[in-house]
């Protein structure tokens, strides 16, 4: 037996250290929301879309460059594109082209475009933010949902054991004729009715579990999930009259992600206004090209020899005579013909333009006109979501602040009252030990102090709750 008795121990150690390894602390959630969570993905892909038009924005002020190319099947009379004549016959060719075009100025669109992308990117950076906070509050809000739940079940198995307690001191009484049976029952149904607050309290902690359980979606067993619950302490005179300072609102309205993301997203309208304007001038083009020219089966000589024809014409001045004229021409060697190579004609064919062109917008049907219009009620826009992200902003932090003060008060009336019920609890557990009060008037103690103290759990955990919200818009900081 002795033998055996380490490796329980090491056994029972590794069932602990695993156990402890399976508890999520707020932290930890928060952690693993952040890399997780689908919206979160979401908002860093658009991040990434807005980076990628960032860099299409910066290359656009690069020439561009294309290359276009095609073989022909020509039948019947077709025209020879190196000697530029019409030739009866079957002909295949090639022809290909190199074309460069760079804009020198296009009314600054090219600039006004590369600070609206890089606008639009701080927006998606700041809306990632804000949706990495609204994760932040949901996650903290179930987990402290769960924390309320488990010290509420507390409290129910608290209450059943002094119940089962009561019910079996009311048993000896009755068997020795103290009680009578009426007092007996009261006793039992009131264990009864605890233990059906304990199976209630109980569903309510897995209920909120599988909640928080969907939140951080995991892909582990839910059975193996649970949470570390941290120490709250919360004084009695604790309270948030110090943050009710405007500077301090003013200060956290104007650092909120929601704001921010409101603020590029006018100044990026604003850009957009300037850019349809930059429709109205004139671009100017630098362009280069480069073309040539294959025909297959085209003869090439290496060789060429002298041939001296004349031209007869009669003399003018005596019509009896005759006037020769010579004309010397090159004629190819027929045994110099070699294969005229694609390479050699792709060569020597070739032809090149370079030039510079520009374009002045006269009259585009007033599209250009609608685009500046519709540019500025965008901007419009802008500025009235800008105006509403702020107000929505004050008014959440308002609400918050006067959230975290009302659950603060009834957080102390609800300590109170939990006070009270405690003593008139105790008092009348004494009452009911020496046979002054009945077993009914025992479980309506029992009643007013569970309510009592359920009450003050949650009052407790509510004024946590958005106190550390209103701490959260304030200084942007989530903990517990």
Known sequence: MRRFLPSIFAFLVLSNTLSAQNLWSLARCIEHAQEHNLDLQRAEQNIALAELSELQSQLAFLPSVNATGGYYWNFGLTIDPITNTRQPGTRNTFSSTLQGNWSLFNGGRNVLQLQRS?????AALYGSEEMRNNVMLNITSAFLQVMVNKQLLEVAEGQLKVSEGNANRAKTLLDNGVISRGDYLQNVSQMKADESNLVSAENAVVLSRLQLFQLLQLESEFEAFD????????????????????????ASIEKQPAVKR????????????KLAQSARLPSVNMMAQLNSNFVAGLPYFTEFTKLTTYTVVQDPDDPNNLLFFPNEMNVPVPESQETYTFRNQMLDNRNQFFGFGISVPLFSQGQISAGVQQAKIQESLAQLDLQQAINQQRQTIERAYLDANNSYAAYQAARVSAESAKEAL?????????GVISGFDMAQSNNAYLAAKSREIQAKFDYLFKTKVLEFYLFGQLNL
């Open 426 to 434: 105790d008092y009348a557990q004494v009452n009911f030990e020496e």
């Open 118 to 122: 890089r606008m639009d990117k701080v």
């Open 262 to 273: 409101a603020e590029s997203a006018a100044e990026s309208a604003e850009v957009g206004i």
């Open 227 to 250: 949470i570390e619950v941290p120490s709250v302490e919360l004084q009695a005179t604790q309270g948030v009259q110090a943050y009710n300072r405007p500077e301090l609102i003013e």
